[in-house]
C-alpha cells in the first residue's frame, strides 16, 4: 500500500479547523450522558496536575537534605531534614496512586455511559432513516464507519482533552520550576518533542485514511464471518460444502488488511524511535551543560536531581501534550464519521402542516394515480404511468410473474418509498399529508419475508402493534385468525415458549409454522388497510386449505385487504384480482370473470390445474382441483 500524502499547509489548517469543529458537537454527547462522572473526572484531574509538579518539586528538597544529613549522625535535626520532605514525597507518592485508580473507575463508568448513549443515538438514527438508505453501499459504509469506531471516539476525544488540561497544569509547574535555570531550557524542551508530534499527525492520518479506504473490505470480512457462524446460512453452507470457501476468503481479506495494518505500524514505530533519539540527544544535550555548571560550584546535587527529573518530565509531558493534541486531531476524522451519519435526513419527509390521522376505515378507494418508482441505485423503472383502484372494505389480489412490480405496490401503499411521479391516494387524499407514522398506525403487513423474531411466541405476536394495551384475548384472537393457536399450545411452554436457537431453551418452527406466526403478528396490530405479501407461500395445502375457511375475516369490521400470492388457490377467493405483467395490470375481474376471458390468468391456472390433477391422480385420487403445491407456474414470488 503506497503511503498517504499530507495535504498543503493551508488545506491542513483548513482541515484541522473542519474537524475540530465537531470537538464540542462531541463534548455535548459526553455530557448529556454522564455529567455527573464527567465533573468528578475534571475534578481529579485538577489533582493529577498539580502534584507531578509538587513531587518534582520535593526531590530537590530530599536530595538537599540527603546531603546535609550524610555523616551528622541521627540526631532529630539531622533526620528530620530527610524525614519531612520525605513524609511529604511519601504523601504525594499516595495521592497519585489513589487519584490514579480514582481516575480509573470513573473513567470506566463515563466510558460505559458514553458508549451506550451513542449506540443508542446510532439506533435512532438507524431507525429514523428509511428503506431507501438500505439500498446504497455508500449507507452501509457510512453506519459501519460510524458504529465500529467512531462511536468511541468521543469519549477519547474528552480524554484527551483532559489530558491536555492536566499535563498542561504539570507542564506549567514544572517550567516554573526550570526558569530559574534559564530561559532558553523550557524552549529547548518544547522544540525536543516537536519531531514527535510530526510523527502522530503524519503516522494518524495514515492510519485514518487507510482505515476509511479499507471500510468496504472490512464489512466484507464481517459478511463472511457472519456465513460461517450464523444460523440463516447454516443450511446452504454445510448443504453444498461451502464452509472452507468462505473460511478462506475471510482470511483472504483478514489476510489483506493485516498485512497492511502491519506495516503502518512498522512504519510508525521506525518513526517513533527516530524522534525519540532527538529528544535523548537535546536531553543529553542540556544536562551535559548542567553537569558542567554543577562542577564549577554553581549547581547543587538536588539542584542536579531536580533538573533532571524536571526536564524528564517536562519531556515526557511535551510528549504527551502534543500526543494527546495529534490524536485529538485523528479523532476529530473519525467523529466526522458519526456526526454525518447522524445528520443524515430520511428522504420520507412529515408535510410541514399534517392532516389529522387517516380515517379508522377507508370509506371510498385507495388509488395508484400516474405512478411512476425505480428503487435507489437503479435506472429501470419498476412502474411507469401505473393507475389502479382498490375498493375499500373487499379484498383484492394482485398476481403476477417476477419482477412484475407487486411487492412494489405494497411498499408504496405502506409509504416504505414514496413514487417518483403520481400519487398514492386514499379516499381521495395523498398519503403524502399524512405524518408517516400517523399513516403506518393504519396499516398492518404480512411482508414477503417475515422476520423470525428470537423472542417467545407471544413476544413475536404483540410485536405487530406494541403500542396498544395488551391482552391474552387479543393475542389469541389473532393467533386463532392466522391457525396455529392450536399449535402453539402444544408448544413446551404455550405462547411463552421462546422460539429459534440464539438462546437457552428455544424451540424452532418449521417455515409454514414461522409464517403463521408472522400473519398472527398482522393480524394482532388492529389496522383497517390489511396488506398481505404471499400469506400461504410457505403453507402446505392442508394448511392453505384450513386458512381459506377462514378467509373472511379478512375484511369483518370492515377492513380493506391487499393481497400479494402467486397461489391462484387463495386469489380465487378475492373480490376482485388484478393481474400484473411489466409493471401494469393486464387483466382484472373476479376468478370466475378472468376464466371466462381466456386470457393470461385463464391460461396460468389451466396449466395449476392440469399440474394438480397429475399430481393427485398419481396419488391415487382424482380431484382436478385440489390446491397446487408446485412454484413452477408463470406466477411466482417477487
Known amino acids: 500500500m503506497s503511503d498517504v500524502d499530507l495535504p ?19 463534548l455535548s454527547l459526553v455530557w448529556e450522558a454522564a455529567a455527573r ?73 463515563q466510558a460505559e455511559h458514553v458508549e451506550d448513549h451513542i449506540q443508542n443515538r446510532i439506533h435512532e438514527q438507524a431507525g429514523r432513516l428509511d428503506l431507501a438508505f438500505y439500498e446504497s453501499s455508500d449507507y452501509y459504509d457510512t453506519l459501519h464507519q460510524a458504529s465500529s469506531r467512531a ?69 466484507r470480512a464481517r459478511y463472511y464471518d457472519m456465513m460461517l457462524t450464523y444460523d440463516f446460512a447454516a443450511q446452504e453452507i454445510r448443504a453444498f460444502d461451502l464452509g472452507n470457501h468462505f473460511a478462506q476468503a475471510y482470511s483472504d481479506v483478514r489476510g489483506w488488511l493485516r498485512g497492511e495494518r502491519i506495516k503502518l505500524e512498522k512504519n510508525k514505530s521506525l518513526a517513533t524511535i527516530g524522534a525519540g533519539l532527538a529528544a535523548l540527544a537535546a536531553m543529553g544535550v542540556v ?22 527529573r524536571s526536564f524528564r518530565e517536562g519531556q515526557g509531558l511535551m510528549r504527551t501534550l502534543l500526543q494527546n493534541a495529534g490524536k485529538l486531531y485523528t479523532n476529530a476524522m473519525f467523529l466526522e464519521h458519526l456526526f ?50 382498490l375498493s375499500a372494505q373487499k379484498v383484492t389480489a394482485i398476481v403476477g410473474e417476477n419482477g412484475a412490480g407487486k411487492t412494489t405496490l405494497s411498499k408504496l401503499l405502506g409509504r416504505l418509498y414514496d413514487p417518483h411521479e403520481g400519487r398514492v391516494l386514499i379516499d381521495g387524499i395523498d398519503i403524502r399529508e399524512y405524518r408517516v407514522r400517523d399513516l403506518r398506525k393504519q396499516i398492518t403487513t404480512l411482508f414477503q419475508q417475515p ?26 384472537a389473532a393467533a386463532h385468525k392466522a391457525m396455529i393457536h392450536e399449535t402453539i399450545l402444544e408448544l ?97 375481474g373476479t376468478h370466475e370473470e378472468l376464466l371466462e376471458q381466456d386470457g393470461h ?12 390433477w397429475r399430481a393427485s391422480s398419481q396419488d391415487g385420487e382424482h380431484n382436478p382441483v385440489s390446491p397446487p403445491t408446485s412454484t413452477e407456474t408463470p406466477f411466482q414470488v417477487d
Open 8 to 26: 498543503e499547509p493551508s488545506e491542513a489548517l483548513q482541515n484541522v479547523r473542519r474537524l475540530l469543529a465537531y470537538v464540542p458537537r462531541a
Open 601 to 612: 390468468y385463464a391460461k396460468s391456472w389451466k396449466a395449476q390445474v392440469e399440474h394438480g
Open 451 to 476: 422476520m423470525r423474531y428470537q423472542a417467545t411466541v407471544a413476544q413475536n405476536i404483540i410485536l405487530g402493534d406494541i403500542h396498544r394495551e395488551h391482552s391474552r384475548e387479543a393475542l389469541e
Open 340 to 389: 454525518d451519519f447522524l445528520s443524515l435526513e430520511p428522504t420520507l419527509q412529515d408535510p410541514e402542516d399534517p392532516r389529522e390521522e387517516p380515517s379508522p376505515i377507508p370509506r371510498d378507494e385507495v388509488v395508484f394515480e400516474n405512478v411512476a418508482f425505480r428503487y435507489p441505485e437503479t435506472e429501470t423503472y419498476v412502474l411507469e404511468d401505473f393507475s389502479l383502484s
Open 37 to 109: 462522572w464527567t465533573l468528578v473526572w475534571a475534578s481529579l484531574l485538577v489533582l493529577q496536575g498539580l502534584l507531578p509538579g509538587a513531587s518534582v518539586y520535593l526531590t530537590k528538597w530530599v536530595l538537599d537534605g540527603a546531603s546535609q544529613a550524610i555523616g551528622k549522625g541521627l540526631a532529630w535535626g539531622n533526620v528530620q531534614l530527610v524525614a519531612i520532605p520525605g513524609g511529604l514525597m511519601a504523601l504525594v507518592l499516595l495521592l497519585q496512586q489513589v487519584a490514579q485508580a480514582a481516575s480509573g473507575w470513573v473513567q470506566t463508568a
Open 151 to 219: 462511536g468511541s471516539k468521543s469519549l477519547e476525544v474528552l480524554q484527551q482533552l483532559g489530558g491536555l488540561f492536566q499535563n498542561g497544569i504539570t507542564l506549567v509547574t514544572i517550567a516554573a520550576i526550570l526558569v530559574p535555570y534559564g530561559l532558553w531550557i523550557p524552549l529547548v524542551l518544547i522544540l525536543s518533542t516537536l519531531p514527535a508530534l510530526y510523527v502522530v499527525v503524519k503516522h494518524n492520518r495514515k492510519y485514518h485514511d487507510w482505515w476509511e479506504e479499507r471500510t468496504m473490505d472490512q464489512r
Open 287 to 308: 544536562m551535559g551543560i548542567m553537569a558542567w555548571r554543577a562542577m564549577r560550584g554553581l549547581a547543587t546535587i538536588g539542584d542536579l536531581g531536580l533538573f533532571y
Open 492 to 588: 413446551p411452554e404455550g405462547y411463552d415458549t421462546q422460539l429459534g436457537h440464539w438462546f437457552e431453551g428455544g424451540t424452532d418452527l418449521s417455515g409454514g409454522q414461522w409464517q403463521r406466526v408472522a400473519l398472527a403478528r398482522a393480524y394482532y396490530r388492529d389496522a383497517p388497510l390489511v396488506i398481505l405479501d404471499e400469506p400461504t407461500s410457505a403453507m402446505d395445502s392442508w394448511a392453505e386449505n384450513e386458512w381459506l375457511q377462514s378467509f373472511g375475516r379478512l375484511v369483518d369490521e370492515g377492513r380493506t385487504a391487499f393481497i400479494i400470492t402467486h397461489r391462484f388457490t387463495t386469489a380465487m377467493h378475492a373480490d376482485v384480482i388484478h393481474v400484473m405483467h411489466d409493471g401494469k395490470i393486464i387483466e382484472s
